[in-house]
Protein backbone atom coordinates (compact mmCIF):
# COMPACT_ATOMS: atom_id res chain seq x y z
CA UNK A 1 0.00 0.00 0.00
CA UNK A 2 1.37 3.46 -0.88
CA UNK A 3 -0.65 6.37 0.07
CA UNK A 4 -1.20 9.39 1.58
CA UNK A 5 -3.86 10.56 4.64
CA UNK A 6 -4.24 14.22 5.12
CA UNK A 7 -4.34 15.23 9.25
CA UNK A 8 -4.21 19.10 8.38
CA UNK A 9 -5.14 20.93 4.83
CA UNK A 10 -5.22 24.59 6.59
CA UNK A 11 -3.19 27.40 6.73
CA UNK A 12 -1.67 29.51 9.57
CA UNK A 13 -4.39 29.77 11.63
CA UNK A 14 -6.62 26.69 12.14
CA UNK A 15 -10.85 27.03 11.92
CA UNK A 16 -13.12 25.16 13.80
CA UNK A 17 -12.80 21.73 10.98
CA UNK A 18 -9.44 22.88 8.99
CA UNK A 19 -6.39 22.74 11.12
CA UNK A 20 -2.64 23.19 10.01
CA UNK A 21 -1.09 21.33 8.00
CA UNK A 22 -0.10 17.42 8.45
CA UNK A 23 -0.11 14.69 6.37
CA UNK A 24 0.84 10.65 7.15
CA UNK A 25 2.36 8.45 3.94
CA UNK A 26 2.25 4.97 4.66
CA UNK A 27 3.96 2.83 2.76
CA UNK A 28 3.40 -1.26 3.57
CA UNK A 29 3.77 -1.09 6.93
CA UNK A 30 5.90 2.06 7.26
CA UNK A 31 4.40 5.36 8.34
CA UNK A 32 5.93 9.06 7.24
CA UNK A 33 4.76 12.18 9.15
CA UNK A 34 5.20 14.99 6.90
CA UNK A 35 4.52 18.22 9.15
CA UNK A 36 3.26 18.40 12.16
CA UNK A 37 1.33 21.68 12.87
CA UNK A 38 -0.84 22.14 16.04
CA UNK A 39 -3.41 19.12 16.96
CA UNK A 40 -1.41 16.97 14.63
CA UNK A 41 -1.23 14.50 17.61
CA UNK A 42 -4.99 15.14 18.42
CA UNK A 43 -5.83 14.36 14.36
CA UNK A 44 -3.70 10.97 14.35
CA UNK A 45 -5.72 10.01 17.58
CA UNK A 46 -9.00 11.09 16.05
CA UNK A 47 -8.36 9.21 12.27
CA UNK A 48 -6.81 5.92 14.05
CA UNK A 49 -2.95 6.38 13.08
CA UNK A 50 -0.99 5.07 15.09
CA UNK A 51 1.98 7.41 16.60
CA UNK A 52 3.56 4.53 17.68
CA UNK A 53 4.83 3.25 13.63
CA UNK A 54 6.08 6.43 12.49
CA UNK A 55 9.45 6.54 12.05
CA UNK A 56 10.41 9.25 9.99
CA UNK A 57 9.24 13.11 10.60
CA UNK A 58 9.79 15.50 7.58
CA UNK A 59 9.16 19.33 8.82
CA UNK A 60 9.11 21.49 5.35
CA UNK A 61 10.33 24.82 7.30
CA UNK A 62 10.08 26.76 10.35
CA UNK A 63 6.77 28.70 10.14
CA UNK A 64 4.47 27.87 13.15
CA UNK A 65 1.89 25.79 11.17
CA UNK A 66 3.89 23.44 10.18
CA UNK A 67 5.53 22.09 13.29
CA UNK A 68 4.34 23.94 16.35
CA UNK A 69 2.69 20.05 17.02
CA UNK A 70 6.04 18.63 17.08
CA UNK A 71 6.91 18.61 20.38
CA UNK A 72 3.70 17.71 22.31
CA UNK A 73 4.09 14.33 19.52
CA UNK A 74 7.48 13.69 20.53
CA UNK A 75 7.01 13.93 24.53
CA UNK A 76 3.88 11.75 23.97
CA UNK A 77 5.78 9.62 22.33
CA UNK A 78 7.94 8.81 24.97
CA UNK A 79 5.46 9.08 27.88
CA UNK A 80 3.68 6.31 25.95
CA UNK A 81 6.70 4.18 26.44
CA UNK A 82 8.09 4.28 23.12
CA UNK A 83 12.19 2.45 23.16
CA UNK A 84 12.33 3.12 18.85
CA UNK A 85 14.92 5.82 17.18
CA UNK A 86 12.64 8.38 15.95
CA UNK A 87 14.67 9.74 12.90
CA UNK A 88 13.23 13.86 12.23
CA UNK A 89 14.55 15.61 8.98
CA UNK A 90 14.22 19.27 8.69
CA UNK A 91 15.78 23.35 8.96
CA UNK A 92 19.14 22.80 10.74
CA UNK A 93 17.44 25.20 13.31
CA UNK A 94 15.07 22.92 14.41
CA UNK A 95 17.73 20.49 16.07
CA UNK A 96 18.16 23.73 18.75
CA UNK A 97 14.33 24.70 19.07
CA UNK A 98 13.12 20.83 19.94
CA UNK A 99 16.48 20.72 22.48
CA UNK A 100 15.85 23.75 24.11
CA UNK A 101 11.85 22.73 24.59
CA UNK A 102 13.46 19.49 26.01
CA UNK A 103 16.11 20.94 28.28
CA UNK A 104 13.86 24.02 29.86
CA UNK A 105 11.29 21.10 30.95
CA UNK A 106 13.72 18.47 32.41
CA UNK A 107 12.46 16.14 29.86
CA UNK A 108 14.58 12.83 29.61
CA UNK A 109 13.15 11.14 25.97
CA UNK A 110 12.83 7.23 26.35
CA UNK A 111 13.95 6.95 22.97
CA UNK A 112 16.89 8.61 20.97
CA UNK A 113 15.47 11.55 18.73
CA UNK A 114 17.95 10.97 15.47
CA UNK A 115 17.73 14.84 14.01
CA UNK A 116 19.17 15.28 10.26
CA UNK A 117 19.62 18.79 9.30
CA UNK A 118 18.51 19.57 5.19
CA UNK A 119 20.60 22.09 3.73
CA UNK A 120 20.04 25.02 2.91
CA UNK A 121 19.02 25.61 -1.45
CA UNK A 122 20.03 21.63 -2.07
CA UNK A 123 18.43 18.75 -3.28
CA UNK A 124 19.65 15.62 -1.80
CA UNK A 125 18.93 12.03 -0.48
CA UNK A 126 17.52 11.64 3.10
CA UNK A 127 16.64 7.86 2.94
CA UNK A 128 16.35 4.79 1.09
CA UNK A 129 15.83 1.22 1.82
CA UNK A 130 14.97 -1.82 -0.01
CA UNK A 131 10.85 -0.68 -0.86
CA UNK A 132 11.36 3.15 -0.73
CA UNK A 133 13.28 6.27 -0.85
CA UNK A 134 12.76 9.98 0.18
CA UNK A 135 14.97 13.15 -1.48
CA UNK A 136 14.18 16.57 -0.66
CA UNK A 137 14.50 20.17 -2.42
CA UNK A 138 13.93 23.45 -1.86
CA UNK A 139 10.75 25.37 -2.68
CA UNK A 140 10.64 29.09 -2.67
CA UNK A 141 9.23 30.73 0.21
CA UNK A 142 9.77 33.28 2.85
CA UNK A 143 12.54 31.49 4.47
CA UNK A 144 14.17 28.35 3.53
CA UNK A 145 11.34 25.60 2.86
CA UNK A 146 11.61 22.33 1.40
CA UNK A 147 9.43 20.43 -0.59
CA UNK A 148 10.04 15.77 -0.05
CA UNK A 149 9.60 13.26 -2.62
CA UNK A 150 8.28 9.65 -1.33
CA UNK A 151 9.42 7.01 -4.26
CA UNK A 152 8.79 3.12 -4.82
CA UNK A 153 12.14 1.71 -5.30
CA UNK A 154 12.17 0.10 -8.58
CA UNK A 155 10.88 -3.92 -8.62
CA UNK A 156 12.41 -7.22 -9.69
CA UNK A 157 10.91 -8.63 -12.85
CA UNK A 158 8.18 -10.77 -12.54
CA UNK A 159 8.57 -14.40 -13.65
CA UNK A 160 5.70 -16.07 -15.88
CA UNK A 161 5.82 -19.43 -14.03
CA UNK A 162 4.56 -21.91 -16.78
CA UNK A 163 7.15 -19.95 -19.61
CA UNK A 164 10.19 -20.89 -17.08
CA UNK A 165 8.48 -24.55 -16.77
CA UNK A 166 8.36 -25.32 -20.54
CA UNK A 167 11.91 -23.90 -21.22
CA UNK A 168 13.04 -25.95 -18.23
CA UNK A 169 14.84 -23.27 -16.29
CA UNK A 170 15.80 -24.57 -13.06
CA UNK A 171 14.29 -22.27 -9.82
CA UNK A 172 18.13 -21.58 -8.86
CA UNK A 173 18.19 -19.34 -11.53
CA UNK A 174 15.31 -17.45 -11.05
CA UNK A 175 16.59 -14.95 -8.99
CA UNK A 176 18.56 -14.17 -11.87
CA UNK A 177 15.78 -14.01 -13.70
CA UNK A 178 14.38 -11.27 -11.88
CA UNK A 179 17.66 -9.33 -12.23
CA UNK A 180 16.97 -9.23 -15.99
CA UNK A 181 19.79 -12.07 -16.97
CA UNK A 182 18.86 -14.15 -19.98
CA UNK A 183 19.67 -18.13 -19.48
CA UNK A 184 21.23 -20.41 -21.39
CA UNK A 185 20.15 -24.05 -21.61
CA UNK A 186 22.53 -27.01 -21.85
CA UNK A 187 22.73 -27.13 -25.19
CA UNK A 188 24.00 -23.87 -25.67
CA UNK A 189 20.59 -22.35 -26.13
CA UNK A 190 20.12 -18.43 -24.90
CA UNK A 191 16.65 -17.96 -23.77
CA UNK A 192 15.96 -14.28 -23.11
CA UNK A 193 14.78 -13.08 -20.34
CA UNK A 194 11.95 -11.77 -21.85
CA UNK A 195 10.37 -14.89 -22.78
CA UNK A 196 9.87 -16.29 -19.28
CA UNK A 197 9.67 -12.76 -17.26
CA UNK A 198 7.31 -9.43 -17.33
CA UNK A 199 8.59 -5.82 -16.65
CA UNK A 200 8.08 -4.59 -12.89
CA UNK A 201 5.04 -2.18 -12.19
CA UNK A 202 6.15 1.44 -12.87
CA UNK A 203 7.83 2.66 -9.82
CA UNK A 204 5.27 5.05 -8.17
CA UNK A 205 5.92 8.37 -6.51
CA UNK A 206 4.20 11.40 -4.07
CA UNK A 207 5.93 14.74 -4.33
CA UNK A 208 5.06 17.05 -1.51
CA UNK A 209 5.58 20.92 -2.52
CA UNK A 210 4.81 22.79 0.71
CA UNK A 211 4.72 26.42 1.00
CA UNK A 212 5.58 27.93 -2.23
CA UNK A 213 5.04 31.06 -4.11
CA UNK A 214 4.17 29.98 -8.02
CA UNK A 215 7.97 28.67 -9.39
CA UNK A 216 8.44 26.93 -12.60
CA UNK A 217 11.43 25.63 -10.98
CA UNK A 218 9.66 22.77 -9.26
CA UNK A 219 8.26 21.32 -12.61
CA UNK A 220 11.51 18.87 -12.86
CA UNK A 221 10.52 17.64 -9.45
CA UNK A 222 6.84 16.81 -10.21
CA UNK A 223 7.59 15.73 -13.59
CA UNK A 224 5.25 12.17 -14.34
CA UNK A 225 4.49 12.16 -10.78
CA UNK A 226 1.99 9.61 -9.68
CA UNK A 227 0.63 12.53 -6.91
CA UNK A 228 1.36 15.95 -6.46
CA UNK A 229 0.44 17.72 -3.53
CA UNK A 230 0.68 21.95 -4.09
CA UNK A 231 -0.45 24.57 -1.88
CA UNK A 232 -3.69 26.86 -3.35
CA UNK A 233 -3.68 29.21 -0.50
CA UNK A 234 -5.51 31.57 -2.23
CA UNK A 235 -8.32 31.71 -4.84
CA UNK A 236 -7.09 33.24 -7.88
CA UNK A 237 -8.46 36.64 -7.70
CA UNK A 238 -6.18 37.13 -4.93
CA UNK A 239 -2.82 36.18 -6.99
CA UNK A 240 -1.03 39.50 -6.17
CA UNK A 241 -1.92 38.90 -2.17
CA UNK A 242 -0.73 35.53 -2.90
CA UNK A 243 2.56 36.87 -4.73
CA UNK A 244 3.34 39.27 -1.49
CA UNK A 245 3.33 36.08 0.42
CA UNK A 246 5.20 33.37 -1.01
CA UNK A 247 2.16 31.40 -1.69
CA UNK A 248 0.21 30.14 -4.78
CA UNK A 249 -3.19 30.14 -6.02
CA UNK A 250 -5.20 27.37 -7.71
CA UNK A 251 -4.70 28.34 -11.18
CA UNK A 252 -1.13 28.31 -10.73
CA UNK A 253 -1.11 25.13 -8.90
CA UNK A 254 -2.93 23.47 -11.59
CA UNK A 255 -1.21 24.81 -14.12
CA UNK A 256 2.75 23.44 -13.05
CA UNK A 257 0.62 20.03 -12.62
CA UNK A 258 -0.48 20.11 -16.10
CA UNK A 259 2.43 21.88 -17.53
CA UNK A 260 4.86 18.40 -15.18
CA UNK A 261 2.50 15.94 -16.97
CA UNK A 262 1.32 15.05 -13.05
CA UNK A 263 -1.24 11.56 -12.88
CA UNK A 264 -2.83 13.33 -10.01
CA UNK A 265 -2.86 16.89 -7.99
CA UNK A 266 -4.41 17.48 -4.38
CA UNK A 267 -4.57 20.96 -2.86
CA UNK A 268 -4.50 22.44 0.34
CA UNK A 269 -3.15 24.91 2.57
CA UNK A 270 -6.27 26.78 2.58
CA UNK A 271 -6.40 30.34 4.31
CA UNK A 272 -8.81 30.98 7.11
CA UNK A 273 -10.67 33.35 5.02
CA UNK A 274 -12.25 30.45 3.26
CA UNK A 275 -15.25 28.69 4.71
CA UNK A 276 -15.90 27.04 1.45
CA UNK A 277 -13.70 24.39 -0.50
CA UNK A 278 -15.24 23.81 -3.33
CA UNK A 279 -14.54 27.33 -5.35
CA UNK A 280 -10.99 25.87 -4.97
CA UNK A 281 -11.83 22.62 -7.38
CA UNK A 282 -14.17 25.07 -9.64
CA UNK A 283 -10.90 27.05 -10.67
CA UNK A 284 -8.31 24.25 -10.55
CA UNK A 285 -10.01 21.68 -12.60
CA UNK A 286 -10.58 23.47 -15.86
CA UNK A 287 -6.94 23.65 -15.86
CA UNK A 288 -6.11 20.32 -14.34
CA UNK A 289 -8.90 17.98 -14.48
CA UNK A 290 -7.60 15.24 -11.90
CA UNK A 291 -7.50 17.84 -9.23
CA UNK A 292 -8.55 16.82 -5.86
CA UNK A 293 -8.69 18.94 -2.27
CA UNK A 294 -6.94 17.67 0.32
CA UNK A 295 -9.50 16.56 2.46
CA UNK A 296 -8.78 15.98 5.99
CA UNK A 297 -9.36 11.87 7.33
CA UNK A 298 -9.03 11.20 3.88
CA UNK A 299 -6.83 8.83 2.57
CA UNK A 300 -5.24 9.03 -1.27
CA UNK A 301 -4.53 5.92 -2.68
CA UNK A 302 -1.65 6.35 -5.49
Request: charged letters at 25%.
Amino acid sequence: MFAVTILGNNSAIPTPDRHPTAQVVTFNEQLMLVDCGEGTQMQLSRYKVRRSRIRYIFISHLHGDHYFGLIGLINSMSLLGRTEPLSVYGPPELEEILMLQLRVAATTLRFELQFHALLPHTTGLLLRDKDMEVSYFPVKHRIPCYGFSFSMQRRKRRIIPEQARAYEIPAAFYSRLQEGDDYQDKTGKVIKNDWVTLPPPRPKRYVYCADSIYDEDLIPYMQDADLVYHETTYLHDLHQRAAERYHSTTVQAAGLAARANVKRLLIGHFSSKYTELEPFLDESRPVFANTDLALEGVTYIL
